[in-house]
């Protein structure tokens, strides 16, 4: 026995031999035990067992006399004959004839008692990555021993798992919990930009992460496995409310899509809709043409198939479907602003309501088990809407009047009673509304801002203090960087809106301080001096927020000692006259 071997590897990497008659260590070991003549018995043991080719005989002296130890010749032509089996196996496979899997089978039959023998193992396990059914027996013995459990190939895997669904389970279980460690991880980037936010990667990138890919790998062309990770995500999307399942749900789907995999796209009543959505989440617009597709697919489920509507409205329910149909909503009520329609007539508008009402509805209709779309209540909620949008667009064409033509009206501070109860009570209305300030804050529109901010601190399931929208929102803050210096802003955003409720979310006090590391050089001192003192972190508080602190305090402290910036850098002497031009109404002032 080499002296790099344990016993128990020796014992291993020769398993099985005797079954198939052939000799191994143990006759060897016999063999000199009971023999006279250990050398003539060596001789002999050789010649039984080595590479049966009469011709070879005569050339193995050559290699004493080089010094080639016979193991490592033996070795290398082991080597090569396997590689060459490993091949001829992949080509029986992908072969026409009708008898290539019973030639597989007769080839497991032969190889399987030497599966624990590492040098033959992967020739077992080519033979059975290539069966399209495995016999029974095997793959129960496959599945019993953790070492062969691990190497065997995923084709083999996906025929244990589809009748064994808590160990699909386990193998599927930490790769969820990782996808939503990732998403919540991104909604607290350190980023903070209206560019690049959470919504910024295409559907196809998205579909190229770690656990989308493997989970699309695990499931292959099985629908079974399909259904299961379905059903998993169903679950988990009831257990926990998360709609980023709700993402993974569409985006699984559709990466299957992109494979061409048509034995589950073919059997998934949602996959037509979903394709269609998935465009529209590329282009962030729900277009006619596509409102009217999507439309005839939502008219298209028949009675006895309503079950339909659960999964439909789980991939509606995903936040990157969400927010394409909120800025299309957004886009749509701009088109009737200037057009001096009415939304209920406006078709894509209420098609865009239908499906945004029954993404939000996605957790009651799953829970319940009714399977009907809700009713739209928003009769008196659009109107009240539309009049805020009327007065801030009132207000911004004002301010691009002539002076003389100004009107002496002030900026309105109140909302209307309908908006603040359609926001507190209503899921669609809410969603509206949060993405409408949004929309203001990305038309810098501050005193629009100033009335709508502190409406949110009352919103239906607290809508406003949710990783998204204040991932968005401090966002779209950035924007409004130079407001920071003045009292009344800071107070309607931070007095006014966040700090209503930092102290029992830790998600808006983390929020708060990523905005902070960005924003603090643009917050009135004052201002900033009480931050401080206030968001600073209890004992209890997590890592995260406690990090956010210490970083946020040590770019204070740097602030303090680098001296200001000046006002004007001092211009190079080109040699070139300086030109003044005067500022008038058309000039801006302040960089777009």
Same mark, same amino acid.
């Given at each position: 026995?080499?002296?790099?071997?344990?016993?128990?590897?020796?014992?291993?990497?020769?398993?099985?031999?005797?079954?198939?008659?052939?000799?191994?260590?143990?006759?060897?070991?016999?063999?000199?035990?009971?023999?006279?003549?250990?050398?003539?018995?060596?001789?002999?043991?050789?010649?039984?067992?080595?590479?049966?080719?009469?011709?070879?005989?005569?050339?193995?002296?050559?290699?004493?006399?080089?010094?080639?130890?016979?193991?490592?010749?033996?070795?290398?032509?082991?080597?090569?004959?396997?590689?060459?089996?490993?091949?001829?196996?992949?080509?029986?496979?992908?072969?026409?004839?009708?008898?290539?899997?019973?030639?597989?089978?007769?080839?497991?039959?032969?190889?399987?008692?030497?599966?624990?023998?590492?040098?033959?193992?992967?020739?077992?396990?080519?033979?059975?990555?290539?069966?399209?059914?495995?016999?029974?027996?095997?793959?129960?013995?496959?599945?019993?021993?953790?070492?062969?459990?691990?190497?065997?190939?995923?084709?083999?895997?996906?025929?244990?798992?589809?009748?064994?669904?808590?160990?699909?389970?386990?193998?599927?279980?930490?790769?969820?919990?990782?996808?939503?460690?990732?998403?919540?991880?991104?909604?607290?980037?350190?980023?903070?930009?209206?560019?690049?936010?959470?919504?910024?990667?295409?559907?196809?990138?998205?579909?190229?992460?770690?656990?989308?890919?493997?989970?699309?790998?695990?499931?292959?062309?099985?629908?079974?496995?399909?259904?299961?990770?379905?059903?998993?995500?169903?679950?988990?999307?009831?257990?926990?409310?998360?709609?980023?399942?709700?993402?993974?749900?569409?985006?699984?789907?559709?990466?299957?899509?992109?494979?061409?995999?048509?034995?589950?796209?073919?059997?998934?009543?949602?996959?037509?809709?979903?394709?269609?959505?998935?465009?529209?989440?590329?282009?962030?617009?729900?277009?006619?043409?596509?409102?009217?597709?999507?439309?005839?697919?939502?008219?298209?489920?028949?009675?006895?198939?309503?079950?339909?509507?659960?999964?439909?409205?789980?991939?509606?329910?995903?936040?990157?479907?969400?927010?394409?149909?909120?800025?299309?909503?957004?886009?749509?009520?701009?088109?009737?602003?200037?057009?001096?329609?009415?939304?209920?007539?406006?078709?894509?508008?209420?098609?865009?309501?239908?499906?945004?009402?029954?993404?939000?509805?996605?957790?009651?209709?799953?829970?319940?088990?009714?399977?009907? /779309?809700?009713?739209?209540?928003?009769?008196?909620?659009?109107?009240?809407?539309?009049?805020?949008?009327?007065?801030?667009?009132?207000?911004?064409?004002?301010?691009?009047?002539?002076?003389?033509?100004?009107?002496?009206?002030?900026?309105?501070?109140?909302?209307?009673?309908?908006?603040?109860?359609?926001?507190?009570?209503?899921?669609?209305?809410?969603?509206?509304?949060?993405?409408?300030?949004?929309?203001?804050?990305?038309?810098?529109?501050?005193?629009?801002?100033?009335?709508?901010?502190?409406?949110?601190?009352?919103?239906?399931?607290?809508?406003?203090?949710?990783?998204?929208?204040?991932?968005?929102?401090?966002?779209?803050?950035?924007?409004?960087?130079?407001?920071?210096?003045?009292?009344?802003?800071?107070?309607?955003?931070?007095?006014?809106?966040?700090?209503?409720?930092?102290?029992?979310?830790?998600?808006?006090?983390?929020?708060?301080?990523?905005?902070?590391?960005?924003?603090?050089?643009?917050?009135?001192?004052?201002?900033?001096?009480?931050?401080?003192?206030?968001? /600073?972190?209890?004992?209890?508080?997590?890592?995260?927020?406690?990090?956010?602190?210490?970083?946020?305090?040590?770019?204070?402290?740097?602030?303090?000692?680098?001296?200001?910036?000046?006002? /004007?850098?001092?211009?190079?002497?080109?040699?070139?006259?300086?030109?003044?031009?005067?500022?008038?109404?058309?000039?801006?002032?302040?960089?777009?």
């Amino acid at each position: 026995m080499s002296p790099g071997f344990s016993s128990h590897q020796s014992e291993n990497m020769f398993a099985g031999l005797p079954e198939l008659g052939i000799s191994n260590g143990e006759d060897l070991k016999e063999t000199l035990t009971n023999c006279t003549e250990p050398l003539k018995a060596i001789d002999q043991f050789q010649m039984e067992n080595g590479i049966l080719l009469p011709t070879l005989q005569s050339a193995l002296p050559f290699l004493d006399l080089h010094g080639t130890p016979r193991l490592e010749f033996h070795q290398s032509v082991f080597d090569e004959l396997r590689e060459k089996l490993m091949e001829r196996v992949a080509i029986i496979a992908e072969g026409k004839e009708e008898d290539r899997y019973r030639k597989l089978e007769e080839l497991l039959e032969k190889s399987f008692p030497l599966v624990k023998m590492p040098s033959i193992q992967p020739v077992v396990m080519q033979v059975l990555k290539h069966l399209p059914k495995v016999p029974e027996k095997k793959l129960k013995m496959v599945m019993a021993d953790k070492e062969l459990y691990k190497v065997c190939a995923v084709e083999v895997k996906r025929q244990i798992w589809q009748d064994n669904q808590a160990l699909f389970g386990d193998e599927v279980s930490p790769l969820l919990k990782q996808y939503i460690v990732e998403k919540e991880a991104a909604l607290f980037s350190s980023d903070l930009s209206i560019l690049h936010n959470f919504f910024s990667p295409s559907p196809k990138t998205r579909r190229q992460g770690e656990v989308v890919l493997k989970l699309t790998q695990m499931i292959g062309k099985n629908v079974k496995l399909y259904d299961m990770v379905l059903q998993f995500l169903r679950t988990l999307f009831l257990r926990t409310r998360n709609v980023h399942y709700c993402t993974l749900r569409a985006e699984l789907l559709m990466s299957l899509h992109d494979l061409d995999i048509s034995e589950i796209c073919s059997v998934d009543p949602c996959h037509k809709f979903t394709w269609c959505l998935d465009a529209c989440i590329r282009e962030k617009f729900v277009d006619g043409k596509r409102a009217r597709e999507l439309q005839g697919f939502l008219d298209g489920v028949k009675k006895g198939q309503e079950q339909v509507l659960g999964d439909l409205s789980m991939i509606l329910c995903d936040p990157f479907a969400c927010n394409t149909l909120v800025l299309s909503i957004m886009r749509n009520l701009q088109e009737l602003l200037s057009q001096d329609a009415l939304p209920r007539d406006s078709p894509d508008l209420m098609l865009l309501l239908r499906m945004l009402s029954l993404g939000q509805g996605a957790w009651d209709m799953i829970d319940s088990q009714v399977f009907k /779309e809700p009713r739209m209540v928003l009769t008196r909620f659009l109107p009240a809407m539309m009049s805020v949008v009327v007065d801030d667009h009132t207000f911004t064409v004002e301010q691009k009047l002539p002076s003389e033509e100004k009107s002496s009206l002030s900026y309105p501070t109140t909302l209307p009673d309908a908006f603040n109860r359609y926001l507190q009570e209503n899921r669609v209305a809410c969603e509206m509304g949060l993405y409408y300030v949004l929309h203001i804050a990305k038309l810098r529109n501050k005193n629009a801002l100033q009335r709508l901010l502190p409406a949110l601190v009352e919103t239906y399931n607290d809508m406003a203090f949710g990783d998204i929208f204040l991932h968005l929102l401090t966002g779209h803050l950035t924007l409004l960087s130079d407001e920071f210096g003045s009292e009344e802003f800071c107070s309607v955003v931070f007095d006014g809106f966040l700090l209503t409720s930092f102290s029992s979310k830790e998600n808006v006090h983390r929020h708060t301080l990523r905005m902070l590391l960005h924003l603090h050089h643009k917050v009135l001192p004052s201002c900033m001096e009480t931050l401080m003192k206030t968001l /600073e972190p209890p004992k209890q508080s997590s890592e995260p927020v406690k990090e956010l602190f210490t970083q946020l305090t040590e770019k204070l402290e740097a602030q303090k000692k680098s001296p200001p910036p000046l006002e /004007e850098t001092p211009s190079l002497d080109l040699g070139l006259h300086p030109v003044t031009v005067p500022t008038t109404a058309s000039t801006p002032t302040t960089p777009l």
